[in-house]
């Protein structure tokens, strides 16, 4: 973008799922390398984006295990309401200089690494077991809105809060 167009406004930073795995059947060396390629990851990525333009809008893609745990993803859950806090925090730095910083909590969208979780392509039945009240598995254009949005102008007076792109699947408030 900067060499492009010769500024960044912003960015949606996604990183590397960690993979599946319970608390203690995960050895710390998984552990480290979910901390790095997860969290470790965003803030590298976010300080770039700020190093460019410290007014930057940057999307955070959490998950919603940011905020309820998902069976045998324990990396995940672990990390994600470290990243959640993250975007809070960045918020209050950025603001001030007219940056915002925002949490995507995708649920189930039918993309490559969901299929590769589910080991099949999503049903109804996966929807209905994932406890999903719209009955289908999201699709990456829907989460794509969503975080257009969140990065626009039209979105211009949000900064630190985290938007469920969930079909219902988050319970709590």
């Known amino acids: 973008a900067l060499g492009a167009w010769g500024r960044l406004d912003g960015a949606l930073v996604s990183v590397g799922g960690p993979p599946k795995g319970t608390v203690t059947g995960t050895t710390d ?12 990851a965003a803030v590298r990525i976010a300080r770039a984006v700020l190093g460019a333009n410290g007014a930057a809008r940057l999307g955070f893609v959490l998950s919603v295990s940011a905020k309820m745990p998902l069976a045998d993803m324990a990396p995940s859950n672990g990390l994600r309401p470290g990243l959640a806090m993250l975007v809070k925090q960045l918020s209050d730095e950025i603001a001030p200089a007219g940056g915002r910083a925002v949490g995507l909590m995708p649920g189930n969208i ?3 690494r969901m299929i590769d979780l589910l080991g099949h392509e999503p049903t109804a039945e996966d929807a209905r077991r994932a406890g999903i009240p719209m009955g289908r598995l999201g699709t990456p254009a829907e989460f794509g809105a969503v975080a257009a949005f969140l990065l626009s102008d039209a979105a211009s007076y949000l ?3 985290l938007v469920p792109v969930d079909g219902g699947m988050l319970r709590g408030l």
Request: charged residues 5%.
């Open 159 to 161: 900064t630190g809060c």
């Open 110 to 112: 039918a993309t490559g």
């Open 29 to 40: 060396a998984q552990w480290l390398g979910a901390f790095d390629s997860v969290f470790l």
